[in-house]
Every structure is written in structure tokens, then in C-alpha cells.
């Protein structure tokens, strides 16, 4: 399964929200993300950060 991350709507890497938000807090996010896509795989995993909004796309 791939993971494609979106910043205010614009593709940005796993290393860049990694030094924005630090290893533990996208573990959490992505943990979370990945347990409401298995649930629900229609629903879009949004996550305000504080300079805008995280989605997580797993493809």
C-alpha cells in the first residue's frame, strides 16, 4: 500500500512532514489514518497542522 502526502492540496514528501511535525507525531497520524482506511476506505484523512491541512492518501 502506497502513502501519498497532500499539504493544503500540493504533493510534498514523507521527509518534509517528517521535519515539520516530528517522527513521532506523523506515526500517530499515519496510524490512525491507515485504521479509518481500513474501516471506511472512502473517507479522506485530513489533519490540521499548524500551517494547514495534512491529507493522507493511501493508495
Request: aromatic letters at 10%.
Amino acid at each position: 500500500m502506497k502513502t501519498k502526502f497532500y499539504l493544503n492540496g500540493k504533493k510534498i514528501t514523507r521527509k518534509a512532514i517528517k521535519e515539520q511535525l516530528g517522527a513521532d507525531r506523523l506515526a500517530r497520524m499515519l496510524k490512525e489514518a491507515k485504521e479509518t482506511f481500513l474501516a471506511d476506505p472512502l473517507t479522506q484523512n485530513d489533519f490540521f497542522i499548524g500551517n494547514g491541512m495534512l491529507t493522507i492518501v493511501f493508495e
